[in-house]
């Protein structure tokens, strides 16, 4: 049947599209009910571009220095003291119970949604290539590991109930009828009664099947209850390694944004070895002579980039341009003043007349320390030391230079040699320099040639007690080097109350 007459015409909403077009979104804010977090959802509220970068630093202090621990080899005890006083220091993160009635304060929130955006915005920074997502993914599940381990009994049940893992509880009956076979794939089991058992896809476990850690049956792993960890670990680093590939095919449409992209390079690079800033505590020695008649003697507590510059300084009585920069700098950095600088510098240069030093060096020396030029420098500052990261990507050494990181462009043959020199000879530690310089692990390399040098000093501290949180963790700054090894070679003579590191 056709009808006749005219449709009737509906009515039309009228749409004003410039106020949609740029009306602002609004989004649910996280609660944060739990500690822990697999990081599944996207933060969506807004931060400063200050709170950006910062919160960024602060984690990835965190993963450099849990990376750091497991390149030294360091035991998952050893591990976790060493990074429990930086994680109260930089990435704060409470239990519910640390809260008044134990309920979720704004304290709280604030350390969780510092936690969830710095996850993120590293997530960002290091999905751009395989080697990158590979490394994040590793360090933050070990992360996750340290936290999920020293989480308490009842806020790690919550928060596993609010995964939704689906996980199946093994019946009673079943469990009796599978009793052989349960205890036999169940190393240290020795009554079924004893331990409970869920069972799960058996490609969800594939850890436990590849150690024959539990049995299998019909495409089930029947997984024991204390194995829970390996569980929740998997599932963590399984769901952080796709978003981290997704991340990567959405980080092109980021490049339009020329306030964040920056911030996201400098993050990803520094992830070789953290950057750090430098302050003008550093400079800062309890009784330390620092003058230019001093610092032949001051040179043994030179990090071996300083000391090869102060050696091919001493025995050519010249340095080229880019070596007198990054002398002078960390010269100024262990705080040697200007005018002694200046004495240092024409004493070195002895094939020269004081009117070809005034001419060709004085003015650049006086840039550095901020005493001439524009700009920046009129500030009186002059120009940071450089850190080791600035040392190892920038202005690398070419013929007759002596800058730059001996770890890096000496070639391992000289690497052996100038240790050698330089009083450094246990075969163990020279191997581990080899391997660690190998594997591009450069400030790992470092950091083992300071520990072994320093090596009684380091366990006085630690049995006495004696520097506070962070202050004997990985050295990213030659300056920091300088100071912490003044500090420690000379304890005895230093008042404890003077002898304590500032954090760079």
């Known amino acids: 049947m056709i009808r006749s007459g005219a449709r009737p015409e509906l009515k039309k909403k009228r749409v004003d599209h410039k106020k949609t077009q740029f009306a602002k979104a609004t989004y649910k804010e996280n609660d944060y009910p739990h500690r822990l977090s697999l990081y599944d959802i996207p933060p969506t509220a807004e931060i400063s571009l200050e709170e950006f970068e910062t919160w960024a630093i602060d984690r990835l202090r965190i993963l450099a220095e849990i990376e750091s621990c497991s390149f030294r080899n360091r035991s998952p005890q050893e591990t976790v003291a060493h990074l429990e006083p930086l994680l109260k220091k930089h990435m704060p993160l409470s239990n519910n119970s640390a809260a008044a009635g134990g309920q979720v304060d704004q304290r709280l929130r604030d350390e969780r949604k510092k936690d969830h955006y710095s996850h993120w915005i590293l997530r960002l920074a290091f999905c751009r290539t395989e080697d990158l997502r590979r490394r994040f993914a590793r360090v933050e599940t070990m992360l996750f590991r340290m936290r999920f381990q020293q989480d308490e009994g009842r806020e790690k049940k919550a928060f596993i109930d609010s995964l939704n893992l689906h ?3 093994v019946a009673e009956d079943e469990k009796l009828e599978l009793s052989e076979h349960l205890l036999a794939s169940t190393p240290g089991l020795r009554r079924i009664d004893d ?3 869920f ?3 058996w490609t969800r476990v594939p850890e436990l099947v590849e150690h024959r850690g539990v049995y299998l049956r019909k495409g089930k792993a029947y997984v024991p209850m204390r194995d829970q960890t390996s569980m929740i670990m998997t599932e963590f680093t399984r769901n952080l390694e796709k978003a981290l590939e997704l991340s990567s095919r959405a980080l092109p449409r980021m490049d339009e944004d020329d306030r964040l992209t920056p911030i996201l390079d400098h993050l990803s690079k520094n992830f070789a070895t953290p950057d750090a800033g430098f302050h003008d505590s550093e400079s800062s020695l309890p009784g330390a002579p620092i003058n230019a008649a001093n610092v032949d003697n001051l040179s043994q507590h030179f990090p071996l980039c300083m000391k090869n510059l102060h050696t091919t300084l001493r025995k050519n009585n010249h340095l080229k341009h880019f070596g ?11 705080g040697l003043s200007l005018e002694d600088c200046l004495v240092f510098w024409r004493q070195a240069f002895k094939n020269i007349t004081d009117d070809t030093f005034n ?4 003015y650049n020396v006086r840039h550095v320390y901020g005493d001439v030029g524009g700009d920046a420098n009129r500030r009186g500052r002059g120009y940071s030391p450089y850190s080791c990261q600035k040392i190892l990507t ?3 050494p070419g013929t007759g230079e002596a800058h730059g990181c001996p770890y890096r462009h000496f070639n391992i043959d000289n690497l052996t040699s100038m240790l050698q020199a330089t009083g450094v000879y246990d075969r163990d530690v020279l191997k581990g320099v080899k391997e660690d310089v190998e594997k591009m692990r450069f400030h790992i390399a470092c950091n083992r040639v300071f520990e072994w040098a320093h090596k009684t000093e380091i366990k006085k501290v630690k049995d006495e007690n004696i520097w506070g949180p962070g202050e004997l963790d990985t050295i990213v700054h030659p300056n920091t080097y300088f100071k912490r090894s003044y500090l420690l070679k000379n304890l005895n003579s230093i008042p404890k109350q003077d002898v304590k590191m500032e954090d760079t």
């Open 167 to 169: 996980w199946e509880v």
């Open 359 to 362: 001419k060709e060096y004085r």
């Open 199 to 201: 069972k799960v896809d």
């Open 195 to 197: 331990e409970s058992f």
């Open 394 to 396: 920038e202005h690398p």
């Open 324 to 334: 007198r920069l990054q002398y002078t700098l960390f010269l100024k950095g262990i």
